[in-house]
Nanobody
Framework: VQLQAFGGGLVQAGGSLRLSCAAS????????MSWVRQAPGKERELIAT???????NYDASVEGRFTISRDNDKNMVYLQMNNIKPEDTAVHYC?????????WGQGTQVTVSS
């Protein structure tokens, strides 16, 4: 299983970013995918999940601002981040469970300036 997140960067509060995650090495369309973030000095936090059939769930901290989506033809998962806040500053990872094991890829840093 390989997961590679990209698309992060420096953004002003109130701005937008679109994160992407390229997945390979497993039957992507069969598994839910999630975005998880880790802010400095804090534990990892699950913020969004998309099921095999594209149903979604969000943490309260991002609901209404972020949208998770997937493209099963391209083995990609996305996180559209709107109305970004300084507290969204974190390394963002995509994540999935395959073979009873949690898999993480290299994260992408999102830094929000106020």
């Amino acid at each position: 299983v390989q997961l590679q997140a990209f698309g992060g960067g420096l953004v002003q509060a109130g701005g937008s970013l679109r994160l992407s995650c390229a997945a390979s090495g497993f039957a992507f369309s069969n598994y839910p995918m999630s975005w998880v973030r880790q802010a400095p000095g804090k534990e990892r936090e699950l913020i969004a999940t998309v099921s095999r059939r594209h149903s979604t769930n969000y943490d309260a901290s991002v609901e209404g601002r972020f949208t998770i989506s997937r493209d099963n033809d391209k083995n990609m998962v996305y996180l559209q981040m709107n109305n970004i806040k300084p507290e969204d500053t974190a390394v963002h990872y995509c994540n999935t469970y395959v073979g009873f094991e949690s898999h993480w890829g290299q994260g992408t840093q999102v830094t929000v300036s106020s």
